[in-house]
Nanobody, 117 residues
Framework: QVHLVESGGGLVQPGGSLRLSCAAS????????MSWYRQAPGKEREYIAR????????WYSDSVKGRFTISRDNKKNTIALQMNDLKPEDTAVYYC??????????WGQGTQVTVSS
């Protein structure tokens, strides 16, 4: 059974940093690219970062490019999202995601990030 478990969310002041983690199990981690999404209150879920199965390729949305860094540890079956220079508009629930064929999309339970003074 696939499990994705996020951690590391919390309350941070504008300009601060947080590091999110996602622990994955139940599938061959090294075969799959992994992603982070977020969903702010009243808004659609936003695709913000992706990393290839080897970690050699990454992609970021314009909204986080230059401030967030996605990484993975294929020995520990984890991914991380280092978030710097956080802004109030980064407030959202952050989700870890992978797509497994033929089962489809798999999501973690999410972790809340609140950026406020």
């Amino acid at each position: 059974q696939v499990h994705l478990v996020e951690s590391g969310g919390g309350l941070v002041q504008p300009g601060g940093s947080l590091r999110l983690s996602c622990a994955a199990s139940g599938f061959t981690f090294t075969d799959n690219r992994m992603s982070w999404y977020r969903q702010a209150p009243g808004k659609e879920r936003e695709y913000i970062a992706r990393i290839s199965n080897t970690g050699g390729s990454t992609w970021y949305s314009d909204s986080v490019k230059g401030r967030f860094t996605i990484s993975r540890d294929n020995k520990k079956n984890t991914i991380a999202l280092q978030m710097n220079d956080l802004k109030p508009e980064d407030t959202a629930v952050y989700y870890c995601h992978t797509y497994l064929w033929p089962a489809g999309d798999h999501w973690g339970q999410g972790t809340q990030v609140t950026v406020s003074s």
